[in-house]
């Protein structure tokens, strides 16, 4: 990924500004070469609020970094446009509750107050009270991190979709 404004890291330091300081630290991992300007005003809204230490900007890593960074967290945040969303079940299959914004087709795959929750593009209060919520409530946590693994479960994974379009195109061929 990258770290582009569509992707509302701004409202993630926003919400994660609203919360206490033991409550929450937030990993983000993207290129940051992308988008410099956007990256600048990040790296100045985290001076700004205060949150040197509670934010790490890992920039892109390798593979199994960022599953290491995935296993050791208990939420996905990414409150950003996404036409699909594939972020979301890929954090999913880590058994993690996402909150995402209701711009896009998040909505395909997170189902508001089961598996996440969805919230309107840059409302970093609806954000941050849905992470003192999880916060708050172990049980509530466990049981949406359960839901998130079973949705990434049911989904059809790349290869199951590829063979049912080979599938598809043989028989296509065939006729």
Same mark, same amino acid.
């Given at each position: 990924?990258?770290?582009?404004?569509?992707?509302?890291?701004?409202?993630?330091?926003?919400?994660?500004?609203?919360?206490?300081?033991?409550?929450?630290?937030?990993?983000?991992?993207?290129?940051?070469?992308?988008?410099?300007?956007?990256?600048?005003?990040?790296?100045?809204?985290?001076?700004?609020?205060?949150?040197?230490?509670?934010? #790490?900007?890992?920039?892109?890593?390798?593979? @199994?970094?960022?599953?290491?960074?995935? #296993?050791?967290?208990?939420?996905?945040?990414?409150?950003?446009?996404?036409?699909?969303?594939?972020?979301?079940?890929?954090?999913?299959?880590?058994?993690?509750?996402?909150?995402?914004?209701?711009?896009?087709?998040?909505? @395909?795959?997170?189902?508001?107050?089961?598996?996440?929750?969805?919230?309107?593009?840059?409302?970093? #209060?609806?954000?941050?009270?849905?992470?003192?919520?999880?916060? @708050?409530?172990?049980?509530?946590?466990?049981?949406?991190?359960?839901?998130?693994?079973?949705?990434?479960?049911?989904?059809?994974?790349?290869?199951?979709?590829?063979?049912?379009?080979?599938?598809?195109?043989?028989?296509?061929?065939?006729?």
């Amino acid at each position: 990924g990258n770290v582009i404004e569509r992707k509302g890291l701004h409202s993630a330091l926003g919400a994660l500004a609203r919360l206490p300081a033991s409550y929450a630290t937030l990993d983000v991992v993207g290129s940051l070469d992308v988008a410099p300007a956007y990256v600048a005003r990040v790296q100045r809204q985290i001076a700004q609020l205060g949150l040197q230490g509670r934010v #790490r900007l890992h920039g892109s890593l390798p593979q @199994e970094a960022l599953r290491e960074c995935l #296993r050791a967290s208990d939420l996905f945040v990414a409150p950003s446009y996404e036409g699909f969303g594939i972020v979301y079940l890929e954090a999913m299959a880590f058994g993690l509750p996402v909150i995402a914004s209701t711009a896009g087709a998040a909505h @395909e795959i997170v189902q508001s107050a089961q598996n996440g929750y969805l919230v309107q593009p840059g409302d970093d #209060r609806a954000i941050a009270a849905h992470i003192h919520t999880l916060v @708050e409530s172990h049980t509530l946590l466990t049981t949406m991190a359960l839901a998130a693994r079973s949705r990434f479960d049911i989904h059809p994974t790349w290869t199951k979709t590829c063979e049912r379009i080979e599938s598809w195109l043989k028989q296509l061929i065939e006729h």
